[in-house]
């Protein structure tokens, strides 16, 4: 009997024991994030309990819990581009308990807030920002809540570190691992969308620095939280206050002289300007599912630049407060004015004792005038942020613009990214929207904008997602400092300013990087039709000029396009760009074609055989053909600069300008411009200083009664449908 006693003992132990281990290995794979099971751990009321596990060799710790019971839910599932890695095993783990919410609170410099964040419906935990709530939280939480509580007026820059310390390629796989690139294009990931730009990158050896990745066993992985709509002001706004929400204002027939007299001196409605608090209120112009989106708590701090020269005082004043009073104050390490020698007194000794008050507002005074270009290149040079972000000196930033900037960039440093521009009214100052464009240009290198094309619109998945743009308008934009260096900054070689923005968009996408428009980041400009400064050479020479050293460096083969638009200039100087052809070749550019191929495949080639091009001149009446508007083409006297009177005939046929080729206009006699790949294009025959006759309707290219359009008649050999062109090529 002893031995079967000892029998059972061992078999009943063994039992328990292996018994155990299932519970210990129960839970803690119930326990863990990737888990897809639950486990409820009873709390009395008057209990605190600590949860650890070690994850990755490293320590990691869920805050001390307070509550009656708390549920621990499954991970968050990773194909949600918006929700973060810890936000899943820490905010996405946390549920109701019987008393209330569960409250994770994040620590700000700032207390005053404004539109807290709506929560998802499936994680249900309620994030506030509130000074108060973190007597509760002992140190050690404290700092894993709350990492980014540095002292923001410390002069000595940080160490780089964090996601810079990698290359380019590594930091898209990782940001694919982590959740937080993953823009699908068609069923694929937003890298694989950029396969050819990333087969690119590793073909250009050691033009991208590879650096050691950030997030190695030793470290823990990256915190998140949703964007902080902050909105501080000096003291309660007044809501029925001019301009209060963006509302516009307007003036009386009394006020017509103050107000002509604000245009004179700033291009805008300066009475109006004066009239509205320097930190009004702004409607909310974000695309809904901004709100729902994360960001990394470690962002990059910046260094925000804004140059002006006799900027008026309320527009300047108005851009820096809601620069401090909407932005998170650690990612913000200073703003720096840039003054390019305004001759103002208001913007001298009184400008200085405003600021003052303002320990991140340092001022750059320049000794004589070097334009837009040279003086962001001084306020660059003496920045101290991670990250170089670029403001015109008459704009308002939203809630919330600051953050999604700063992820991208964290994300790819290699991205040049731009906020969403809306308009603010120069007559009325009413804030508007903008809906989803893009940057882009046509062959005489002149920026616009234009709406989506179909395949952006199938790559994004909501109007949240960032825009890839072909070209940014230039005012306005974030740069990781290290990669503006290494891109080549500005060409020093321009002249006040023009030109520059293309120029940094064809470099950026030609040599490695990206371009983007934020549509959660929105900021407001003052659109101006005029300036109210001066070009010491004239502002049409001087963008001029600043072009053809854009087209000489990086349009190659396609330089002739550009050139007949502007025939005059192909004996004119444009200055030495060898410095820029070798950093062309330094970094390895591709070449324009590379460009219109894989960014800009809208922009249409013009036939460049041809066998006439430059005016197009009328016979009868001395006019030259003329793209006046996005109306029928029209006749205006001749003026020989090219630009909307160059146009070229292709031996095909077809009365190209830019891209764009005759048609009918709205089924009338009258000819308009369209893409060329439509269905009705025009061909002609001409015979020099001869009739243009259209070969389909064997009509004749005249002139309208009132001697403004061009028109398609029956022909008559009058001296009305003969036309002159200014080169004929054999």
């Known amino acids: 009997m002893a031995p079967s006693k000892k029998i059972i003992q061992v078999i009943f132990l063994t039992s328990m024991m292996w018994f155990s281990v299932d519970i210990m290995l129960l839970i803690t794979y119930t326990t863990s994030p990737d888990s897809n099971f639950s486990l409820k751990l009873p709390f009395g009321s008057d209990q605190k309990r600590d949860i650890e596990r070690e994850k990755d060799n490293g320590r990691f710790e869920i805050e001390k819990l307070k509550h009656d019971q708390v549920e621990i839910g499954p991970q968050l599932p990773r194909e949600n581009p918006r929700v973060g890695l810890v936000d899943r095993q ?91 690139d993953h823009h699908e294009k068609d069923g694929e990931t937003d890298n694989q969308a950029s396969e050819s730009i990333s087969e690119y990158l590793e073909s250009t050896s050691g033009s991208i620095e590879k650096k050691t990745p950030p997030h190695s066993a030793t470290k823990k992985p990256p915190t998140y939280h949703y964007v902080r709509d902050l909105d501080v002001t000096s003291k309660p706004r007044d809501p029925n206050g001019p301009g209060e929400m963006g509302k516009g204002v307007r003036t009386e027939g009394k006020d017509a002289g103050r107000v002509a007299e604000g245009f004179r001196h700033a291009s805008f409605n300066e009475f109006v300007s004066d009239m509205i608090s320097l930190e009004r209120a702004v409607p909310e112009k974000r695309p809904q599912m901004c709100k729902r989106k994360k960001y990394v708590d470690d962002l990059p701090d910046t260094t925000i630049i804004i140059c002006f020269t006799e900027e008026s005082w309320s527009t300047l004043l108005r851009t820096v407060h809601s620069v401090l009073n909407r932005s998170p104050p650690e990612l913000v390490k200073e703003i720096i004015l840039v003054d390019d020698f305004s001759q103002r007194e208001y913007l001298k000794q009184p400008l200085d004792e405003y600021m003052s008050k303002f320990p991140k507002v340092k001022i750059l005074r320049l000794a004589q005038r070097q334009g837009l270009i040279r003086a962001r290149l001084r306020g660059a040079e003496i920045a101290q942020g991670t990250v170089l972000t670029f403001l015109d000196s008459h704009v308002e930033c939203h809630v919330g613009w ?231 083409l029209g006749l205006y006297p001749c003026h020989g600069q090219g630009g909307h009177q160059a146009f070229s005939l292709s031996k095909k046929g077809r009365l190209q300008h830019e891209s764009k080729c005759a048609l009918p206009w709205k089924s009338t006699e009258r000819v308009g411009l369209s893409n060329c790949r439509a269905v009705r294009i025009f061909q002609f025959q001409h015979a020099k200083n001869g009739a243009m006759i259209e070969v389909q309707t064997k009509k004749c290219l005249g002139v309208s009664r009132d001697k403004n359009f061009v028109i398609l008649q029956q022909c008559d050999g009058s001296q009305k449908q003969k036309w002159k062109w200014g080169t004929y090529i054999q």
Not at 112 to 136: C, G, I, W, Y
Not at 151 to 179: A, S, T
Request: with cysteine.
């Open 90 to 180: 820490r905010s996405g783990l946390v549920k109701k308990g019987k008393d209330g919410v569960v409250n994770f609170q994040q620590q700000h410099n700032v207390v005053a807030m404004a539109n807290d964040n709506p929560t998802h419906a499936e994680e249900e935990f309620d994030v506030r920002s509130r000074q108060k709530d973190l007597e509760s939280v002992n140190q050690n939480d404290r700092q894993n809540v709350a990492p980014n509580g540095h002292n923001l007026d410390h002069n000595e820059r940080q160490p780089i570190d964090d996601h810079r310390k990698e290359g380019v390629d590594q930091i898209r796989r990782h940001n694919v691992d982590q959740g937080v």
């Open 402 to 632: 600051l953050e999604p900037l700063l992820q991208r960039i964290w994300e790819e440093r290699t991205r040049v990214v731009c906020p969403a521009l809306d308009s603010i009214d120069a007559t009325t100052f009413r804030y508007e929207g903008s809906g989803e464009i893009m940057g882009a240009f046509e062959w005489d290198l002149q920026f616009h904008w234009v709406g989506l094309p179909r395949r952006e619109l199938k790559r994004r998945q909501d109007e949240s997602y960032p825009i890839r743009t072909p070209a940014i308008a230039g005012g306005l934009f974030s740069i990781d400092r290290d990669w503006f260096y290494k891109l080549g900054s500005y060409d020093k070689g321009m002249d006040i300013w023009g030109g520059e923005n293309i120029e940094l968009s064809l470099r950026t996408w030609m040599c490695g990087g990206s371009m983007e428009i934020l549509p959660c980041s929105r900021v407001g400009h003052i659109f101006r039709k005029t300036q109210p400064y001066k070009f010491p050479d004239g502002n049409v020479k001087t963008f001029l000029r600043n072009t053809q050293r854009v087209v000489e460096v990086w349009l190659d083969d396609f330089k002739p396009l550009f050139y007949s638009m502007r025939p005059e200039l192909k004996s004119r100087s444009y200055g030495d760009v060898s410095d820029r052809l070798a950093l062309k070749e330094r970094l390895q550019c591709k070449d324009f074609k590379w460009y219109l191929d894989n960014v800009y495949p809208e922009l249409d080639v013009p036939d460049m055989d041809v066998q006439t091009r430059g005016e197009m001149r009328n016979i009868g009446v001395n006019k030259c053909l003329d793209r006046a508007s996005n109306g029928p």
